[in-house]
């Protein structure tokens, strides 16, 4: 006996289109969920890694303002502004001499570019450098930690020679000093480090961190451009003893220290992510730090979309000056 067969009926069809679109629209709001999230936790993690890198780097170099490597004495290096042997100005610096100026180991601008002696970094260093209005500069001098083995990759660089009585500048590949025993003394390259904040060289979306650095010739120049993306922000304050005990008394602004003697200082970054996120808004937190009370516009200056899109984290440290540079 033959069965006749059936189809689905029209209802049927439709129930099971609807059952299947509805399980295909969960199934797409699960990856819609799962991409943002994953885009999200991508965004905050490369922030928290940029912010901790810029830290460090910039920590770091400023524990060892000052060092000189064999002696402690800046007043005992021959070459240095002002004293004997004394080194030529070169076009890139930031003013004049200071490259190898022993009594500005350390130059910070307070929200704006430093002023030496009568000269804005602007004017020479700092000229065209997109430098970003409103956050610190800080400038700073020092011998690398590990000293020279080989002289022949460092011709046209100015190193310094040190032993516990004296020291002397000199430019790899050149005449080198003399009188120094080699049992106690070191040459070392001298480094010269000014860390400030930019647009980048793109198209200015995204904040830099830069580091201008003293190489061959000897010539300032941005050695390594756009050192750490996404830094919106870098401020310092100078912890001093006005009482002589060695530690510090309060934290100030710099350039309000007067004759006190400077033992540490205090950094803060404000990282900023790559990319704006549509349901973000930044504007509901204020940052406080330094001397500054921030709160992300909700206006777009044209360039960037408005501040209040972008995650931002901030991240501070303390660090204490293990040389005598003042």
């Not at 936790?41 to 920590?59: F, G, H, K, P, T």
């Not at 100015?158 to 003394?185: H, K, N, Q, Y």
Request: glycine residues 8%.
């Amino acid at each position: 006996m033959n069965r006749r067969q059936h189809g689905v009926s029209l209802v049927e069809l439709m129930v099971a289109m609807t059952i299947g679109l509805l399980i295909l629209a969960a199934i797409f709001s699960v990856y819609l969920s799962s991409r943002d999230s994953f885009r999200t936790s991508d965004l905050v993690a490369r922030m928290q890694e940029n912010a901790r890198i810029a830290l460090q780097i910039v920590a770091e170099d400023l524990q060892a303002t000052g060092y000189l490597g064999n002696t402690a004495n800046p007043a005992l290096i021959e070459g240095r502004r002002g004293g004997p042997g004394e080194r030529p100005d070169i076009g890139s610096d930031c003013a004049e001499r200071w490259y190898v100026d022993m009594a500005a180991m350390l130059v910070i601008g307070n929200n704006q570019v430093p002023t030496l002696n009568g000269t804005s970094f602007a004017e020479r260093c700092m000229n065209g450098s997109n430098y970003l209005a409103g956050t610190d500069v800080i400038a700073l001098k020092r011998a690398s930690s590990a000293p020279i083995t080989s002289m022949a990759p460092h011709n046209n660089w100015l190193l310094i020679r040190t032993d516990p009585m004296r020291g002397a500048f000199f430019i790899g590949g050149g005449s080198e000093p003399s009188g120094f025993d080699p049992d106690i003394s070191t040459t070392r390259r001298w480094l010269v480090h000014v860390f400030y904040v930019a647009r980048d060289n793109h198209d200015g979306r995204i904040p830099v961190l830069r580091r201008k650095v003293l190489g061959a010739g000897p010539a300032l120049h941005d050695g390594q451009s756009d050192l750490v993306r996404g830094i919106e922000d870098l401020q310092i304050q100078l912890g001093i003893d006005t009482n002589g005990d060695g530690t510090v008394d309060s934290y100030v602004e710099p350039g309000t220290e007067g004759f006190a003697r400077i033992v540490s200082a205090r950094v803060w970054v404000l990282a900023r992510a790559d990319e704006p996120e549509a349901d973000h808004d930044d504007s509901k937190n204020t940052y406080v730090y330094a001397d500054k009370s921030y709160t992300p516009d909700t206006t777009s200056d044209g360039l960037v979309p408005a501040p209040h899109r972008y995650r931002r984290l901030l991240l501070s440290r303390t660090v204490t000056f293990r040389n005598k540079w003042q």
